[in-house]
């Protein structure tokens, strides 16, 4: 996920990032893979926020996040939160309030659900984040899928429907027409490159 951001953010030309963590697990996990990689983008993590506690303040943390700004405004393009979409939103709406502009707000899958918008209305337009699935696909593939479950079960799948789909699938296709040990089967998923 954090490589698809930073390859976002690049062809976008952001080249300069703030992030806001939450101390928790994912949070570190996160934020470290997003550094990792973040100079193989050509891009560079001109300040950090780790935050912590059940409820942050977040008008407090957005604060410290703008404070030694330069006057002419902030000094990076993307900020990345690391968090789930109730933060993100709430931090995206305090960054509005706080009037800065121009600022692309970057998340994980965390953020694919419908609390995103419903909190940060405005605040969040133009986010980008990842998605395991994306229902609207053009691809057949993923049309079929969504009719068949629609029709079967009277409702649109989600991702954890879909990754079990695509779970069971690949099994079948490694599985079909031949006996299998777990060793074999362990190895055919080793050597599994792609899966459309």
Avoid at 31 to 56: D, H, N, R, S
């Amino acid at each position: 996920e954090a490589k698809a951001l930073l390859k976002a953010a690049s062809e976008m030309g952001i080249t300069r990032f703030a992030i806001m963590q939450p101390a928790d697990h994912y949070g570190q996990s996160f934020t470290a893979a997003f550094e990792t990689y973040a100079k193989q983008y050509g891009i560079v993590i001109a300040k950090k926020l780790v935050y912590t506690g059940k409820k942050p303040d977040f008008q407090t943390e957005v604060g410290k996040l703008l404070a030694g700004s330069p006057k002419a405004g902030v000094n990076f393009q993307g900020l990345l939160v690391a968090d789930g979409p109730e933060a993100a939103a709430q931090i995206a709406s305090f960054m509005a309030n706080a009037r800065v502009k121009n600022i692309r707000l970057f998340g994980p899958s965390l953020w694919d659900r419908p609390d995103l918008l419903r909190i940060g209305g405005r605040s969040v337009e133009k986010a980008v984040f990842v998605s395991g699935f994306y229902r609207q696909s053009a691809r057949p593939g993923v049309n079929d899928f969504n009719d068949l479950f629609f029709h079967t079960f009277n409702e649109n799948p989600s991702l954890w429907e879909a990754s079990g789909y695509d779970a069971a699938m690949l099994l079948q296709n490694l599985m079909s027409g031949q006996r299998r040990s777990r060793a074999t089967l362990r190895d055919a998923l080793l050597s599994q490159e792609e899966y459309p």
